[in-house]
C-alpha cells in the first residue's frame, strides 16, 4: 500500500494557467508538508498542515496556497504560473503535531511540474 | 545565519567500497539532525534521525555519527552496493519543537556506485 501519494506525477502547463497538486496519505499522521525541490535539487519547505491549521509558512508567493479537505489530504494549488514554478514538489507527512520534533517523515513520490 | 554545508558534493566509489559523507553546520540552538536518501525521481527516504545527546546512530549499512560541540556530523556506508547510489541529505532543525524557520537543509552529496 502507497503511505504518501501524490497526483499527477508529471505536469506541463502554459504560464498564467491556475494547477493543483493533489496529495494523501494513509498512514494516520497528523502534520503533512509541501516542499519544492528546485533544479539545482535543493529541498525547501514550502507548508505543513496539522489537523487542518497551517502550522508552517514559508516566504512563497501567495499564487501558492495549501488546501487540506481533511487530515489525510493536503493539496496544493498555484494561480497564474510562472516559469520559476517548474520544480519538483514533493507531499510528506509525519506523525508529529508540533512541526519539526524527531518524528520519522515519509515523503511522496513527487510531482514534476513544468511551465512553458 | 543558519547554513548547512555537505561535502563532498559528488562521489564516485567501486561497488563493495566503504565512504563517508560530510555535514557541517552553524544552526543554533540545535534540535536533531536528519540524514535522507533520495534516489533519482524519487522522495526522500529518512535514514537517521540525532538528537543533541546521541554520538552515533546506525541503520543497516549506514552509521550516522554527530559531534554537537564540533556542529559536524558523517555518514558513513558500509560495503557500498550498487543500490546506494543517490543523493543524500542533510537536514538541522533549529529549534525544538517545532517552526520551519529552525529548519536548515543541506545541498546534498551525489553518490555514485560503480560494478
Known amino acids: 500500500d502507497t503511505a504518501v501519494s501524490q497526483t499527477p506525477k508529471y505536469l506541463v502547463t502554459q504560464m498564467g494557467n491556475d494547477k493543483s497538486i493533489k496529495c494523501e496519505q494513509n498512514l494516520g499522521h497528523d502534520t503533512m508538508y509541501w516542499y519544492k525541490q528546485d533544479s539545482k535539487k535543493f529541498l525547501k519547505i514550502m507548508f505543513s498542515?496539522?489537523?487542518?491549521?497551517?502550522?508552517i509558512n514559508e516566504t512563497v508567493p501567495n499564487r501558492f496556497s495549501p488546501k487540506s479537505p481533511d487530515k489525510a489530504h493536503l493539496n496544493l494549488h498555484i494561480n497564474s504560473l510562472e516559469l520559476g514554478d517548474s520544480a519538483v514538489y514533493f507531499c510528506?507527512?509525519?506523525?508529529?503535531?508540533?512541526?519539526?520534533?524527531?518524528?520519522?517523515?515519509?515523503f511522496g513520490p513527487g510531482t514534476r511540474l513544468t511551465v512553458l | 545565519k543558519n547554513q548547512v554545508e555537505q561535502s563532498p558534493q559528488s562521489l564516485i566509489i567501486l561497488e563493495g567500497k566503504n565512504c563517508t559523507l560530510q555535514?557541517?553546520?552553524?544552526?543554533?540552538?540545535?534540535?536533531?539532525l536528519r540524514w535522507y536518501k533520495q534516489d533519482t525521481g524519487r522522495g526522500p527516504v529518512s535514514l537517521t534521525i540525532m538528537t543533541f545527546s546521541e554520538n552515533t546512530k546506525s541503520n543497516g549499512r549506514y552509521t550516522a555519527t554527530l559531534d554537537a560541540d564540533t556542529k559536524q556530523s558523517s555518514l558513513h556506508i558500509t560495503a557500498s552496493q550498487l543500490s546506494d547510489s543517490a543523493s543524500y541529505i542533510c537536514?538541522?532543525?533549529?529549534?525544538?519543537?517545532?517552526?520551519?524557520?529552525?529548519?536548515?537543509f543541506g545541498k546534498g552529496t551525489h553518490l555514485i556506485i560503480q560494478p
Open positions: 510528506a507527512s509525519s506523525q508529529g503535531g508540533t512541526g519539526w520534533g524527531t518524528d520519522t517523515q515519509y
Open positions: 555535514c557541517n553546520y552553524t544552526v543554533s540552538p540545535f534540535s536533531n
Open positions: 537536514v538541522v532543525s533549529g529549534r525544538s519543537g517545532g517552526g520551519a524557520d529552525g529548519l536548515t
Open positions: 498542515y496539522n489537523n487542518k491549521e497551517l502550522i
